[in-house]
């Protein structure tokens, strides 16, 4: 299985912006959706968004539309996400997947099947 490394997290101050990256080893990565999830402290994990092999469909959690975008570059086999106009609530450590077609939705975890590490991203007020 790929080795999914990301990258990108940091402190950033409310409003701010940063772009996180995921770089994928292996091949054919271009057939495997990927996406971002995060975990805030004490909470479950979340789905925030993620976009399919192809780059022809994204979907994205409700609380980040309009201000996150995912993309891809198949040729780097990277996964990015955008995070603009960010708030506290954003704070966790964020996570990239990556899996292919299962019975599970795209926006459960459960229908990922390689994990990278997380990378911490923390919001101050």
């Known amino acids: 299985q790929a080795q999914l490394v990301a990258s990108g997290g940091g402190l950033v101050q409310a409003g701010g912006s940063l772009r996180l990256s995921c770089a994928a080893s292996g091949r054919d990565f271009n057939n495997y959706y990927m996406g971002w999830f995060r975990q805030a402290p004490g909470k479950e994990r979340e789905f925030v968004a993620a976009i399919s092999g192809d780059d022809s469909r994204t979907y994205y959690a409700e609380f980040v539309k309009g201000r996150f975008t995912i993309s891809r570059d198949n040729a780097k086999n990277t996964v990015y996400l955008q995070m603009n106009s960010l708030n506290p609530e954003d704070t966790g450590v964020y996570y990239c997947?990556?899996?292919?077609?299962?019975?599970?939705?795209?926006?459960?975890?459960?229908?990922?099947?390689?994990w990278g590490q997380g990378t911490q991203v923390t919001v101050s007020s």
């Open positions: 997947a990556a899996g292919r077609q299962s019975d599970y939705s795209i926006r459960d975890a459960r229908s990922y099947i390689n």
